[in-house]
């Protein structure tokens, strides 16, 4: 399997406590601190009791946010998702509109969406081997 055709696969979210360190070993990939630049998201599924919701990038085979997008500045991928070219973005933000999942992240600084490269680096940060990089099978759904 080469390195296109993995994706980033969001096992079972029982086990995740929401810790973020997913989303710190994201933008740390990127040689910065904080949140600010992260591409993916980890929300309350409503209080401590009903667990954590991991919220990143499916890697769509037709993806809304491309054909959202007027100026071209997101290209789909060979194998499902988008690749980002910030020459071409305009920050317009009709890419994070069309994304039906909510996993287009924004950086406010450079108004600029942040999308998932599914890299899988921040699968090496969860304490719960939550996230881990697989192929997408047939259906669109990621197989480990």
Not at 11 to 27: P, Y
Not at 79 to 88: A, E, I, P
Not at 133 to 139: E, R, T
């Amino acid at each position: 399997m080469g390195k296109k055709d993995k994706r980033l696969i969001v096992g079972d979210t029982e086990r995740c406590v929401g810790c973020q360190s997913c989303m710190f070993a994201c933008t740390r990939r990127l040689g910065e601190a904080g949140l600010a630049r992260t591409c993916i998201g980890v929300k309350s599924a409503g209080g401590m009791e009903r667990g954590f919701i991991v919220v990143v990038c499916r890697a769509c085979d037709s993806p809304p946010c491309a054909k959202a997008c007027p100026y071209g500045a997101l290209k789909p991928v060979k194998g499902g998702g988008v690749k980002l070219d910030m020459s071409l973005c305009l920050g317009c933000d009709h890419c994070r509109e069309a994304c039906k999942i909510g996993a287009i992240y924004w950086d406010d600084e450079c108004n600029k969406p942040m999308i998932c490269i599914h890299c899988g680096y921040c699968g090496k940060y969860c304490p719960h081997g939550l996230l881990k990089l697989g192929k997408k099978g047939a259906a669109g759904h990621a197989e480990r």
